[in-house]
């Protein structure tokens, strides 16, 4: 049996479509609701997790990465171990891409494959995801004058569109023997930057500077953590190191090879996933 944890979320969502009406498949997620195939899986409430893991042979965990990094390290940390304890063979994880690293939430990303590593599970499989093309939408939408002031500089993002993230996440879990003891770098092809993704969208670029968004976004009512991480987003993109460059050359046609096809264009899900009244 396949157990899916994060499946009410925006990534797992898509999973759970993907795996759709298979009766070797559980999802999990903290409010199962009255439908069949859903579990409660809760990694801030522990005592819901021996009975969710029970039976699992496989279990793909979605990271849960909202929080700061003692929160997602104790969730992380929670759920391996009901995984040791259930006898789950294999544990799939999805994590954050190598040339992440300079990113405010690589921590605990690399924290938990740290402890996949040393765990006492047979079998470990780390899907390092590169950041959404729909992040994109979210970071660097034009505003109401047709402006994108997202501050990227001259930088650029290999883009993944989140779906073949998910519709490498569900093969990989559905076989993951010949994926074992594998960290696979998922990186977009194709590296995206202002003036791209401004044309898009019939925009301008005029990128803002990092102190302006700092303040921009602390007077909208984020949650205090989101800020460091979005601005440390924007610097990591501005500086050259989220452009799949960092990766190395083997690595970088692996979503291709791992999808059996092209990966969707990073710049059409950006384009699509902007907000409906951006100009």
Do not use: C
């Amino acid at each position: 049996m396949l157990l899916v944890t994060g499946a009410s979320g925006g990534l797992g969502t898509l999973i759970a479509e993907r795996l759709a009406g298979r009766d070797d498949v559980v999802l999990g997620t903290r409010d199962p609701g009255a439908g069949g195939g859903r579990r409660r899986i809760d990694f801030d409430v522990p005592d819901t997790l021996a009975e969710g893991f029970s039976g699992a042979d496989t279990v793909l965990l979605v990271s849960a990465g909202y929080g700061e990094d003692d929160t997602v390290i104790a969730r992380h940390d929670a759920a391996i171990a009901a995984a040791e304890k259930a006898g789950v063979r294999h544990v799939v994880y999805t994590s954050l891409s190598g040339d992440g690293d300079h990113l405010p939430y690589a921590l605990a990303h690399r924290w938990t494959e740290r402890r996949l590593r040393e765990s006492s599970l047979a079998a470990w499989t780390v899907l390092r995801n590169g950041l959404y093309a729909e992040l994109l939408a979210f970071l660097a939408a034009p505003d109401a004058s047709g402006v994108i002031t997202a501050p990227l500089a001259g930088g650029r993002l290999a883009a993944v569109a989140r779906a073949d993230l998910a519709e490498v996440a569900a093969r990989v879990a559905l076989d993951p023997s010949p994926h074992a003891g594998r960290t696979y770098e998922l990186v977009g092809d194709v590296a995206l930057g202002g003036r791209e993704l401004a044309s898009a969208a019939g925009a301008s670029y005029v990128p803002g500077t990092l102190a302006e968004t700092r303040s921009r976004l602390s007077a909208s009512g984020a949650v205090p953590f989101q800020v460091p991480m979005l601005v440390g987003t924007y610097a990591a993109i501005a500086a050259g190191f989220l452009d799949g460059s960092g990766v190395p050359a083997a690595d970088r046609a692996t979503l291709r090879t791992l999808l059996g096809r092209a990966p969707r264009p990073a710049l059409t899900t950006y384009t699509q996933a902007l907000p409906t009244d951006a100009p």
